[in-house]
């Protein structure tokens, strides 16, 4: 069963601190993404890679990075969290040239105290 | 500003009746809209899409239906099953790569 796997579930973290999000998929797909899902704003794109180094900014990636150094592993990094950033955090991947091919994990709950 | 918007964020049916689920949006680029849904504690799944040179697609008891002129869209679920609650979110495709989410619509439908 083909699957795109979040790291954590939940994470309780302190403002200030580094933060990674490891989203790793098994489907040899070139395009990942990273998404927050707020109550009443849907689903944000922050960032997504369309290729192994190349990252893209999506509609919100004040206070985020990324890294993709391997094509299956797509990890999003908040460099100094804030309590703003508490969240659910969804990542998803697409083959190259598929229009409904996203596969999403199961999602991270972050909670910045 | 929110290109994709759904203004109902809830709504409760009965079960076996129609669930009628809209979205709204304002760049007329769009060229595909998609409707996921979502239950918790698992990742949003695809459901059904429409071209933006169509007015309808069926698929089961799923249809979505686009009103270009009033950029609209529906997705009527016929009849409805307990199996349907869900969060339902309306997305617009913006380019290859990128995919304009709604707020997401709470559907519970009710025995």
């Known amino acids: 069963d083909v699957k795109v796997t979040q790291s954590s579930r939940y994470l309780v973290k302190r403002t200030g601190e580094k933060v990674f999000l490891e989203c790793v998929q098994d489907m040899d797909h070139e395009n990942m993404f990273w998404y927050r899902q707020d109550p009443g704003l849907g689903l944000r794109l922050i960032y997504f890679s369309y290729d192994v180094k190349m990252k893209e900014k999506g509609d919100i990636p004040e206070g985020y990075s990324v890294s993709r150094e391997k094509k299956e592993r797509f990890s999003l990094i908040l460099e100094s969290a804030s309590t703003n950033q508490t969240s659910m955090y969804l990542c998803?991947?697409?083959?190259?040239?598929?229009?409904?091919?996203?596969?999403f994990g199961s999602g991270t709950r972050l909670t910045v105290v | 500003d929110q290109q994709v918007k759904q203004n109902s964020p809830s709504l409760s049916v009965q079960e076996g009746r129609i669930s009628i689920l809209n979205c709204d949006y304002t760049?007329?680029?769009?060229?595909?809209f998609l409707w996921y849904k979502k239950y918790p504690a698992e990742g949003p799944t695809f459901l059904i899409s429409?071209?933006?040179?169509?007015d309808k697609n069926e698929d089961g008891r799923f249809t979505v239906f686009l009103n270009k002129s009033a950029k609209h869209l529906s997705l009527h679920i016929v009849p409805s099953q307990p199996g349907d609650s869900a969060v339902y979110f309306c997305?617009?495709?913006?380019?290859?790569?990128?995919?304009?989410f709604g707020q997401g619509t709470r559907l519970t439908i009710n025995p």
């Open positions: 760049n007329s680029m769009f060229d595909y």
């Open positions: 998803a991947s697409r083959p190259g040239q598929e229009l409904f091919g996203y596969t």
């Open positions: 429409i071209s933006s040179i169509k």
């Open positions: 997305a617009a495709r913006q380019g290859a790569q990128k995919l304009v």
